[in-house]
């Protein structure tokens, strides 16, 4: 019977809809500006099927933002989620800085879980997707009725550019800036973990100079991170590429086909592989001529070099992978 | 007998003289196989200059050669962005061009006649031979092996990564840039070990030339301030530090600022602080340390201690401040874009639209430094060991060379040095742990024992023991036999790589024919070369922005727009043009003077290089200028794909860009089977239809097209009537002539 209630709100809604598309343009801006100015998080307006119609409804002397969205978890809509702070930080800013609503703006969020109708009517298949009304009668009015609709394509939008884009495309009116309420709690933690370690570090300091002072963790750290950028692994930070990707057949492809394309476990299995290779020239190098035992060291010698043999092998045979003209290679991986 | 010649050979290595001739002996070699490994593209296609900005290069250097070097200061060049020109002599980065300048006026002075496209084309090579050298000097300061700089100069000749930007023809500025990076870190090693101002001043005498020379100067710039800023962390500073970093410091930015292009932006912006601030810091640090060794209180040097490290902080916070009230300007794009890597994607396209801009993937370090990318760690270990002042030098170099070159597939070069010179250190400590005949004896191992108890001091764990040597006559032969492979493996690869991927000159591209014979592919030539025949001499020629150079160069006509992007508008404009309708775009070529439009198509080639895949980021720059106009989201179907074929979208069909490339394609096929072999796309049946340009020439493989822009209507109609009107006509008498055919006597 859960859907008892939202049948009846829809249909009030929508009876409340029908009487309200009797009132005039001036009527609707003043009663929805009314509404979102009432309390600071009154603002963007969440609408329903009826009153997405009454919002968007011709003729209209104002403008008229609306978020069409997905926020139910099952939709899984990461963008959704993503953005919608930001849409409330930015309807919220306008509106608080236009009290008066001499810019004619509303803004609205439709959720789908609200407003099924009017996602089916418009036929969108993918969330969100931010339509601008234009006026279409008053001093503001413009020729083409139709709404203008934002691109989502270049990812999660932050508030500033969005409210770059209404600005722009609401020329001679006051555009109130978006304003991002001070995160204190940020500032309040920030301050007292810096104090924190400063104190802890005071304290700590006959126990830290050992650490800050070791060759071995200043090498180590040398060459991770040394390991971690030759792998790669600033490509993955910016391509965002995946971790692993099937290969159609229901396994796991680990390493990406093609020469310009690589995938988060890819590099680390290289950059394992090249930290062993470093491991193996670092024991011959330097460990085996300091052993003074000759058998241990005739071992110690048999080991490591066939380990940088056998992975230099397998690195080259996962090369040619990448690369499927590569003519060289080393006897276990012929 | 053949004891006796073992025995002769083994001592012709042992007197000093001998070596030391040897040794030179080897590096001409070796500087003889760097240069001989960059000809492939001279011996397979001919003497010729490469790719896009060498030919920018080439005709400000034949400009130099002809007008003489005070007309090339002040070059104010009317034939490239046009109508806006650019101040080319004080927008460029002189070197390279005065050096070969400079060598060709000397070899006349020789009186040996060379042509300066054959000076331009070989400077690469002949400069990679003194990296070379350079890289062994470098690496001699390292470690006290010969035997690892010989390795280093050998690594540095060969080694791919370095070999990609100056094959014969690559022209670029790279091309002496790396020489003088490899021997400024060497002046800069030497003034640092000897504190010695005549090595300092050396050090700002290539610095400068550097400068001069290439954009990445800017690397120095950081990498020595920082180098001496972690030689004061670690407690090192002494008077040699001062002395040979305030000599390069003070000597170095006087001799930056002569370059027109650079001027006053050492002391202006972000990227030139650090070495402004090490130089002060460097100043206070010697001060207290006067001051310390006149007052020898405990209390009071904590108290010096503190003073320096709080006016550091307080210095730091003041650049903040200056930085944020644009005092002093913050970093420049292109660096920002290093450290920020999201920056440019949103901020500026163009950075990001260049291939040389994208990140690296892990098969392009193997491809360009093959096994020395593992080896590198372990020379940069084997720098911990010592750990003396050059050794820091190299480890500070190693982690951020990385760092850049795993954000900027460019910067692979400016990490080559370094890995080629930890990589020679630590296959000589191999080899010269191993290639040795003597074996330890018992006394060795019970020194090596006694000491091991007395333990030493030296910092590495895995260097607490001392030495004994290698045993077995096995185990030495063992590893030398597996080195030996590994080094053959590595200059083979080296030698497949530069052949393969790096010797195209991709103004002329190769192919094969089924037989196997190799085809030329030579359509950029032939049409610069019908536009340097059949256009007046100041026809206009607009064209995507990656061609401008080459347009400027081979066909010596003005252009819009070049490969120089210093205006970001501009090449937006040209953008709007190629992505928007004919109505939109005939205004815009018309303005701009126009006369012919360049395309490149590789439809009917499969050639990938080609506008229609270079079509977004044209799109997107134009965005980025006007929003409402050029929609990025309009050239995509409903279901975000990138198509050019039936279902492709209108916006995409009616622009200008793709009317250019298609524009009688479907002519070349069977009806309706047109197909895009580039795309694997198969085209609409009825293709496009141009109104304001006329097909002017097609290159043999329809890689170039031009396209002449008409002028105004006679009787004053616009473009699309007028076509629509002769169209029809056209009709008309077709159907006239269907007439019956009657044989006309005389």
Known sequence: MRWLPAFLTASLAFASGSLAAKKTSEERFNSFHAKSIASSSAAPIKLSDASYREFTAQPRDYTAAVVLTAMDSRFNCQLCREFQPEWDLLARSWVKGDKSGSSRVLFGTLDFAD????????????????????????????????PLRY??????????????????????RPHPPVKRPINWMRWISTTILALGSLTASYVAWPYIVPIIQSRNIWAALTLISILLFTSGHMYNHIRKVPYVAS???????????????????????????????????????????????????????????????????????????????????????? | MSAET??????????????????????????GASIASRLFSVIRFESIIHEFDPWFNFRATKYLVANGFYNFWDWFDDRTWHPLGRVTGGTLYPGLMVTSGAIWHALRALTIPVDIRNVCVLLAPAFSGLTAVAAYLLTNEMTTYNSAGLLAALFMGIAPGYISRSVAGSYDNEAIAIFLLVFTFY??????????????????LFYGYMVASWGGYAFITCLLPLHAFVLILMGRYSTRLYVSYTTWYALGTLASMQIPFVGFLPVKTSEHMPALGIFGFLQLLAFLDYVRSAIPSRQFQTFLWLFAGGIFVMSLAALVVATSAGVIAPWSGRFYSLWDTGYAKIHIPIIASVSEHQPTAWPAFFFDLNLLIFVFPVGVYLC??????????????????SYFAGVMVRLMLTLTPVVCVAGAIAISTILNNYLVAKTPTEEDQQAAEAAEKKGSKSGLKSATKPVVGIYGLWSKSLMVAGMAVYLLIFVMHCTWVTSNAYSSPSVVLASRMPDGSQHIIDDYREAYQWLRQNTKEDAKIMSWWDYGYQIGGMADRPTLVDNNTWNNTHIATVGKAMSSREEV??????????????????GLLGYSGDDINKFLWMVRIAEGIWPDEVSERAFFTPRGEYRVDGEATETMKNSLMYKMSYYN?????????????????????????????????????????IYKVKDLDNVGRDHISATAFEKGLKKKKTTKKRGPRVLRVD
């Open chain 1, 247 to 334: 290969d159609g057949k229901g396994g796991i492809s680990y390493f990406a086909s093609g020469f310009q394309s690589q995938y988060g476990l890819e590099t680390q299995i290289v950059a394992a592989l090249y930290g062993l290779l470093s491991l193996a020239g670092i024991s011959l190098a330097i460990k085996v001529p300091r052993i003074s035992d000759s058998k241990t060291q005739g071992v110690a010698v048999l080991a490591w070099g066939g380990i940088f043999f056998v992975t230099y092998a397998f690195l080259l045979s996962v090369f040619r992978g990448k690369n499927p003209g590569y003519p060289f290679r080393l006897p276990p991986f012929v």
């Open chain 1, 151 to 172: 691109d989502f394509s270049n990812g999660p939008q932050i508030a500033e550019v969005v409210h770059s884009w209404i600005a722009r495309h609401l020329p001679d």
């Open chain 2, 187 to 204: 002046l800069w090693i030497k003034a640092l070990k000897q504190g010695s101002m005549l090595w300092g001043a050396l050090c700002a």
């Open chain 1, 115 to 146: 407003g099924r109708e009017i996602f089916m009517s418009l036929g969108l298949q993918t969330a969100p997707v931010l339509l601008l009304f234009p006026p279409t009668v008053g001093p503001h009015a413009v020729p083409n009725p139709e």
């Open chain 2, 384 to 401: 911990f060991q010592e750990l003396a002042d050059e050794h820091v030098f190299i480890i500070v170099y190693a982690v951020f060379g």
């Open chain 2, 6 to 31: 073992l025995q002769v050979l083994a001592d012709v290595g042992k007197g000093k003289s001998t070596r030391g001739v040897l040794r030179v002996i080897i590096l001409a070699l070796i500087a």
């Open chain 2, 665 to 705: 394609f479907n002519n070349l096929f069977p009806p309706g089977q047109a197909v895009d072999r580039m795309r694997q796309a198969r085209l609409p049946e009825v293709g496009p239809s141009l109104s304001t340009l006329e097909e002017a020439f097609t290159s043999e493989n329809w890689i170039i097209r």
């Open chain 2, 585 to 602: 775009s005939y205004p815009i070529m018309r303005q701009h003077e126009v006369d012919y439009v360049l395309v490149v198509f590789g």
